[in-house]
C-alpha cells in the first residue's frame, strides 16, 4: 500500500505564500500521477494541480498563475507552492497518487490546513 503524508499547511494573511509537501512511501511504481486536490468547509472536494511523472502539469482556473505543483521523483515527493493566497483558497488540501499499470490505485494522505486571513 502507498500511505501519502502532508505538511507545510498554516495560517497566513491574504497575499502571502506557503510551500506543500507530500511523501509517498510503499511500494510506488514507476508511472503515476500525483496531485493536490482541497475542500473547504461544506464544499466538495476539488482539483487543485496534478503532474505526471514526466512532469506534465494541470491546474484549476481558481490557482492557475499563482500555485506552482513540482515533484521529485527520486524523493517520491510532490510539491505545491501557493501564492497570492486568497480567503477563498481556505481548505484542507491533500496530497493524491494515482496509478494505472501495473494496478490501478489512488491514495490520499490526511490533508493539510491552509487558512488565509483577510
Known amino acids: 500500500q502507498v500511505q501519502l503524508v502532508e505538511s507545510g499547511g498554516g495560517l497566513v494573511q491574504a497575499g502571502g505564500s506557503l510551500s506543500l509537501s507530500c511523501y509517498a512511501s510503499?511500494?510506488?511504481?514507476?508511472?503515476?500521477?500525483m496531485g493536490w486536490y482541497r475542500r473547504a468547509p461544506g464544499k466538495e472536494r476539488e482539483l487543485v494541480a496534478t503532474?505526471?511523472?514526466?512532469?506534465?502539469?494541470n491546474y484549476a482556473d481558481s490557482v492557475k498563475g499563482r500555485f506552482t505543483i513540482s515533484r521529485d521523483n527520486a524523493k517520491n515527493t510532490v510539491y505545491l507552492k501557493v501564492n497570492s493566497l486568497k480567503p477563498e483558497d481556505t481548505a484542507v488540501y491533500f496530497c493524491?497518487?494515482?496509478?494505472?499499470?501495473?494496478?490501478?490505485?489512488?491514495?490520499w494522505g490526511q490533508g493539510t490546513q491552509v487558512t488565509v486571513s483577510s
Open positions: 493524491n497518487l494515482k496509478t494505472d499499470w501495473p494496478f490501478r490505485g489512488d491514495y
Open positions: 510503499g511500494q510506488i511504481f514507476s508511472d503515476n500521477v
Open positions: 503532474i505526471t511523472t514526466g512532469g506534465r502539469t
